[in-house]
């Protein structure tokens, strides 16, 4: 059974830091191109970082102040999020895809909310 467990979100105050965890069983993690996306209420859900060994892909919004990064041996992938705004608050989800099989499985989502 594939599980996707993510840990790491809360409450922070605008221009504070947040560090999310995504620990991956039952495939075969090192095919896997890992991911961050989010979704915000009313709106649809975004790609926020990927991630495939030596290769890293960032929406523009964050780009400089997230870094995505990935321990296949821990079978983990994580999203280091700094210099936080009031626009990042949203669910976030981790997802592992393999485009050779083309499986795609995803997280429960963890809440991030950025407010004074």
């Known amino acids: 059974q594939v599980q996707l467990v993510e840990s790491g979100g809360g409450l922070v105050q605008p221009g504070g830091s947040l560090r999310l965890s995504c620990t991956v069983s039952?495939?075969?993690?090192?095919?896997?191109?890992m991911g961050w996306f989010r979704q915000a209420p009313g709106k649809q859900r975004e790609l926020v970082a990927t991630?495939?060994?030596?290769?890293?892909n960032y929406a523009d919004s964050v780009k400089g102040r997230f870094t995505i990064s990935r321990d296949n041996a821990e079978k983990r992938v994580d999203l280091q999020m700094n210099s936080l705004k009031a626009e990042d608050t949203a669910v976030y989800y981790c997802?592992?895809?393999?485009?050779?099989?083309?499986?795609?499985?995803w997280g429960q989502g963890t809440q991030v909310t950025v407010s004074s």
């Open positions: 991630i495939r060994t030596g290769t890293t």
């Open positions: 039952g495939l075969s993690f090192r095919f896997y191109t």
């Open positions: 997802n592992a895809h393999n485009v050779m099989s083309n499986n795609n499985y």
